[in-house]
């Protein structure tokens, strides 16, 4: 008789041990605060174009200096720029072109000779469509055509410089010829070229 009293005292002890656990830990349960502080960030639109490589293109002499051609534009063969990582982090962004011809820096254009050569610039990666200009004496930066992409990229462009041609088959006028071509991604709204 005495083992079963004990045994039910233990039992008695033991219980009372976990109600007062369980009463500790609803204490401490109550005893928490919350809070929550959210979290908002923005991420702009954004284009870059990859730095041009070669950054200049030198053609060296395009007179020939031999042959039927002797004095007038020699065949020149097509000329390619890198820019590499080209991106826009959104959609509807266009590429444009806008190139001025290869003409003589300064003087006076004199009778039966050329002072400017035109050529295409073409990159073709960037949409469905290629985005092209022609260079044209009447204009400074030629007509050409933009390309847009649906959705946000990231490529590397090649530029193409090819079809050099001069508007007459005069003699070339001597003189150092500069040119420049710009490149343009972005908005479609803010590009320049015509057509686009």
Known sequence: MIQHRAAFVGLAATTLAL??????????AQDVARGSVSLGAEVGRLCVLGAPSP????LGQISASSGAS????AAISARTVQLPGSFCN???AALAI????????SGVTQPGFARSVNYTCTISAWGATAATVRTSAQSATGTGTSSTNTIPKETDLTLVMSDFASQTDDLLQPGA???LVTITLGPDAGLTA???
């Open 19 to 28: 109600a007062n656990l369980a009463g500790a830990s609803n204490a401490r």
């Open 55 to 58: 950054a200049g293109v030198a």
């Open 70 to 73: 002797l004095g007038r534009l």
């Open 90 to 92: 959104y959609a509807g």
């Open 98 to 105: 806008t190139a001025s011809p290869l003409a003589v820096a």
């Open 177 to 179: 010829y500069l040119a």
């Open 194 to 196: 015509s057509g686009s």
